[in-house]
């Protein structure tokens, strides 16, 4: 079946812009996640969402990174006013919970590319 | 989020070796995951574990959940060019929320 889709796979802004990233998570999938991942670097977690709860905010780096998902779809994040240290690659994750286990493995997108100049 | 020590940073060796790198953390975990990443893509789970002391295989892949729940390894027998990739270890304490190492790049020569 289609895996997690993101858009754009690359984005190039010029500092001070806003920018708006989409994810399309695996269809049936509850939890989606975003995580930012610098040049050489792990992943770092940024946002939560499960369902209809309060998404889980905790990893944002700061005021100018927000992101909304509708439902159990689409999510987009958004970083205002760019600066060259948001440059990084943004990958978006889905999962559901297994009924037996109830362990929840995380899929990943491609990522989008995003260089701020 | 923890830290999460992983080496080697990377590796550089020939086809038909065979490969160990291992992850280690001051904090315990529930869960140790191994991810394989390509140039231009996201990461791929390869492994997941959920026992102190499990040991389980894919295929060539081997990973295993250390005793003290504080470690893990990853092996890789009789490597092919298509290992190539950046690995990643991640460890979970319970929900949701992932640690990640900094992975290990490992380069094949044919």
């Known amino acids: 079946g289609a895996g997690v889709s993101q858009s754009p796979s690359n984005k190039v802004t010029e500092k001070g812009k806003d920018v708006e990233l989409r994810c399309d998570p695996i269809s049936g999938h509850t939890a989606l996640y975003w995580y930012r991942q610098r040049l050489g670097q792990g992943l770092e977690f940024l946002i939560y969402f499960q369902g209809n709860s309060a998404p889980d905010k905790s990893g944002l780096p700061s005021d100018r990174f927000s992101a909304e998902r509708t439902g159990e779809s689409v999510s987009t994040l958004t970083i205002q006013r760019t600066q060259q240290e948001d440059s990084a690659v943004y990958l978006c994750?889905?999962?559901?919970?297994?009924?037996?286990?109830?362990?929840?493995?995380?899929?990943f997108g491609p990522g989008t590319r995003l260089t701020v100049t | 989020g923890q830290q999460l020590n992983q080496s080697p940073q990377s590796m550089f060796i020939q086809e038909g070796e065979d490969v160990s790198m291992n992850c280690t953390s001051s904090?315990?975990?529930?869960?140790w995951l191994w991810y394989k990443q390509d140039p231009g893509e996201g990461p791929v789970l390869l492994i997941a574990l959920y026992k102190a002391g499990e040991l389980t295989s894919n295929g060539r892949l081997t990973a295993q959940f250390g005793i003290t729940r504080k470690d893990s390894f990853l092996n890789i027998s009789a490597s092919i060019p298509s290992d190539v990739g950046i690995y990643f270890c991640?460890?979970?304490?319970?929900?949701?929320?992932?640690?990640f190492g900094k992975g290990t790049s490992l380069l094949v020569t044919p």
């Open positions: 991640a460890g979970r304490n319970s929900g949701y929320a992932l640690n």
């Open positions: 904090s315990i975990f529930n869960t």
């Open positions: 994750a889905s999962s559901h919970r297994t009924p037996n286990s109830g362990f929840y493995e995380q899929y």
